[in-house]
């Protein structure tokens, strides 16, 4: 082994930093972490330097200041004297419900479309990569202002209902107009009341005593059928017969549901035209509409390719041995391909559901009260302030992109291929 | 070798921030070397500011950034205008994208203080009126209890319709919007029953519908509006310059100087000492402010004295067809009082 010289050991030379490879990888990492600790401390003191000369410390007091506008869509209980703080509660309340709302649609378009591109009809599949290639291909700002505009401009005004021009649908209990549509609302008779939470705090809120009633009676419901169908499956196991259970399952959900409701007196609100607009019922505004319908088909359009590629990915070799087993195809799709799939879809799906989003903070464009309009629009107008404004946005859309990922990461490790 | 690189690269940096942080040269030398005024305006409202088939932009407020152009620069067509939201005007401003803004914008105490402008004036004595269609057949502002309102975001507006709702104890649906042009839209398509704004805007508005007599400003003003231009802190002489030009606009209908008979008048010292020094035939005004002694008279041949722009753009003869009202001369019972030029 003499044709090995022995690394050098205890003479360390400056010069080795550079020229030997066992130290210059760490150089050069040192050298760049320096540069960029030096470049975020020169933006940060520049930033608060430039700030310090206009007079504009940075300070978050402004949040506890009354806010001074109305906000059309409150999921809460809002006015115009409370803070700044509650205000941007509401824009976010605002954010998450049609960002839920649009993951939920987005998601069931995009599974309805990916599986109509695989259907051997030529014209659905085809129609079906039109859809696609449409949604997918236009700005998505585009898309929510286009809808916008024909609701806008197709649907009727309130004026000509009162006018007799116009009527309600659904046997006067829908109400479209071009203001948004309004739906009946579930009211109850005998209600149970509401808890009132965190006093006067900017954060207060109320809980509805009624609904955590028929839900704990719902969910109940369900934990009953999913113990029958344990039952059934352990009996299906040792005996090899399952025993038909549909309908225990189905009654334990909804007639207790039944009996809960009717004990609180459910009736239905209808909307009713009073003065300039409908009054009564559940009102979706046509931003809330355009948002939500925009959003979806558009990432509907991604999904549905994301879907296809799950599926295409499961190996025809697959759906041919759970048929050889006697396998009928929807058991073949529901226990062989769609879980397999579900492994490929996962991801890339987070990232749907995250730029879902992201990008109803595009809501400003047709006057959706989101938190980018609250915090990000109104008040950081108002009030001057938009650094602060803007840290606390992207604070706050970090948790909630953050908190999307994380569940759907421990919902993917539960469907993921586990190799023991 | 590397050494050197990344010592370079740090004075590089170094001389970066130091450029940043250190933004002493007077806005007007920014200006004069650039050869081009930054001046924020609306995004369009006819008579007030709006680009015309042309793509020249014209109206009231377009006169002042054009005066102001003129004075500095000597050329009354040495203006970029930058169309701005009611939600971006402030950051434009307090960015340094634009020098300076004349977008209906309302001298409030918090914009003065807390965003640090500087307000030079009142161009326009305006408050916040409404308007609604005549089918809707409401004659009062209290009538409209229920209402659904087009609104301008980022504005005053916001602020004064939701006391005064709240005043009389009315509810409204709010109905945020970007720009005004939207606003007519939804107006227009009934997706609002009423739209707000200053007054002078909904005339403005209201002149380009198809059918302008289909539509009724209430009586009801609800606010103080007082509009005017105005500049970032920090930079007094450039504050200066803007609050003089826009004074001796005033001034100059006051004293009966036009753009008609301003060549003759500026040519020699007259017999009234303070057109005279107004125009530069004597004293040293110009100086005091930094320019040369005809600035004002480039400011008022840019588009004449404020009658003549009021006249023009916004005047009776206009369709927009609003009356002087407060903003007449105070000798003619109005608000508008320049201080003396002296
Ligand atoms: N004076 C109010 C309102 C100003 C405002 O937004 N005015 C409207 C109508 S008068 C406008 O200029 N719109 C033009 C645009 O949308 O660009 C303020 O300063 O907040």
Redesign the interface.
């Given at each position: 082994m003499t044709s090995m010289t022995d690394p050098h050991q205890g003479q360390f030379r400056l010069s080795m930093l550079?020229y030997d490879s066992r130290y210059r990888s760490m150089t050069i990492q040192i050298?760049a972490l320096i540069?960029f600790l030096?470049?975020v401390f020169?933006l940060i003191?520049?930033t608060a330097?430039?700030l310090a000369?206009?007079?504009?410390e940075p300070s978050f007091g402004f949040m506890s200041e009354p806010a001074?506008?109305?906000?059309?869509q409150r999921l809460l209980e809002y006015?115009?004297?409370d803070t700044h703080l509650r205000a941007s509660l509401m824009g976010l309340l605002n954010t998450l419900l049609v960002a839920v709302m649009g993951c939920i649609a987005a998601t069931i378009i995009g599974v309805i479309v990916g599986v109509l591109r695989l259907s051997p009809n030529w014209i659905v599949s085809r129609l079906a990569a039109v859809y696609v290639e449409m949604f997918r291909n236009v700005p998505v700002l585009l898309w929510i202002v286009f809808i916008m505009a024909v609701l806008?401009?197709t649907l009727p005004?309130?004026?000509?209902f009162r006018k007799g021009e116009a009527s309600m649908a659904l046997w006067d209990s829908v109400a479209i107009t071009?203001?948004g549509v309004y739906i009946p609302e579930p009211l109850f008779s005998n209600s149970l009341g509401n808890i009132h939470l965190l006093g006067q705090s900017s954060l207060r809120f109320d809980v509805s005593l009624d609904l955590l009633a028929i839900a704990a009676v719902f969910l109940a419901g369900i934990l009953t059928s999913m113990l029958i169908k344990r039952r059934a499956d352990a009996i299906q196991e040792s005996t090899g017969d399952r025993p038909a259970t549909w309908y225990w399952r189905l009654g334990v959900v909804v007639i207790p549901t039944v009996i809960v409701l009717t004990i609180l007196g459910l009736h239905w609100g209808y909307p009713e035209l009073?003065?300039?607009?409908f009054?009564g019922g559940t009102y979706m505004r046509?931003?809330l509409i355009a948002l939500w319908l925009a959003l979806s088909l558009y990432t509907g359009a991604f999904i549905a390719e994301i879907v296809r590629a799950g599926i295409l990915a499961v190996s025809k070799g697959q759906s041919e041995a759970a048929g050889a087993l006697g396998l009928r195809p929807n058991r073949t799709m529901s226990l062989v391909i769609l879980p397999q799939a579900l492994r490929v879809i996962i991801p890339p799906l987070i990232s749907n559901y995250l730029n879902l989003t992201k990008n109803s903070s595009l809501a400003?464009?047709v006057?959706y009260?989101d938190i980018t309009?609250t915090l990000g629009?109104?008040t950081m107008?108002?009030?001057?302030r938009?650094l602060e404004t803007v840290l606390l946005l992207m604070a706050v859309y970090l948790a909630i992109s953050l908190t999307i990922s994380s569940v759907m990461n421990w919902y993917n490790e539960s469907v993921k291929l586990k190799e023991r | 070798m590397?050494k050197t690189a990344?010592l370079g690269?740090?004075t590089v940096?170094s001389i970066a921030?130091s450029a940043?942080?250190a933004q002493d040269v007077s806005t007007v030398d920014q200006i004069k070397e650039r050869g081009k005024l930054n001046c924020g305006v609306t995004t369009g409202l006819v008579g007030f500011a709006a680009p015309d088939a042309n793509g020249t932009w014209n109206g009231f407020d377009v006169g002042v950034c054009r005066a102001v152009a003129a004075a500095v620069l000597g050329d009354a067509n040495a203006v970029e205008f930058v169309p701005t939201t009611?939600?971006t005007r402030?950051?434009a401003l307090?960015s340094g994208e634009i020098d300076m803004l004349a977008r209906n914008t309302t001298w409030t105490f918090?914009?003065d203080v807390?965003?640090?402008f500087e307000f030079v004036g009142v161009n326009y004595y305006d408050g916040q009126g409404f308007m609604v269609s005549k089918?809707?057949g409401a004659s009062s502002a209290k009538e409209?209890?229920?209402?659904?309102v087009c609104i301008q975001?980022?504005t005053t507006t916001?602020?004064n319709?939701?006391?005064f709702?709240?005043a009389n104890d009315m509810s409204?649906?709010?109905?945020?919007?970007?720009t005004n042009a939207e606003a007519q839209?939804?107006y227009l398509?009934?997706?609002?029953?009423v739209y707000t704004t200053d007054a002078s805007g909904l005339a403005a508005t209201r002149a380009t519908f198809e059918d302008p007599a289909g539509h009724v400003l209430l009586p009801e003003i609800i606010s103080k509006e007082p509009l005017g231009p105005l500049v970032r802190?920090?930079d007094n002489n450039w504050g200066d310059v803007v609050r003089w030009t826009l004074n001796a606009l005033v001034s100059a209908e006051e004293l009966g100087v036009t753009s008609a008979n301003i060549g003759e008048l500026g040519a020699s010292a007259g017999d009234n000492p303070e057109i005279n020094r107004l125009l530069g035939t004597e004293g040293n005004l110009g100086e005091m402010l930094g320019l040369d002694a005809e600035w004002a008279k480039r400011a008022i041949m840019a588009g004449g004295n404020y009658g003549e722009l009021f006249a023009k753009n916004i005047g009776e003869d206009t369709p927009i067809a609003l009356a002087r009202g407060l903003n007449a001369q105070w000798t003619e019972g109005g608000l508008l009082y320049s201080p003396p030029f002296r």
């Open positions: 550079l050298v540069g030096i470049l020169w003191s520049n330097q430039n000369e206009l007079g504009k001074g506008y109305d906000i059309n006015n115009s004297q806008i401009e005004a309130p004026s000509a071009n203001r009073k003065g300039f607009n009054k046509n931003s400003i464009a006057g009260m309009g629009g109104i107008n108002q009030t001057g938009e | 590397k990344f690269a740090l940096a921030a940043a942080v009611g939600k402030f950051t307090a918090s914009r807390d965003l640090k089918d809707l409209l209890d229920g209402a659904t975001t980022g916001e602020l319709l939701a006391d709702f709240r409204y649906e709010p109905v945020p919007i970007e839209q939804q398509a009934g997706a609002c029953d802190h920090g």
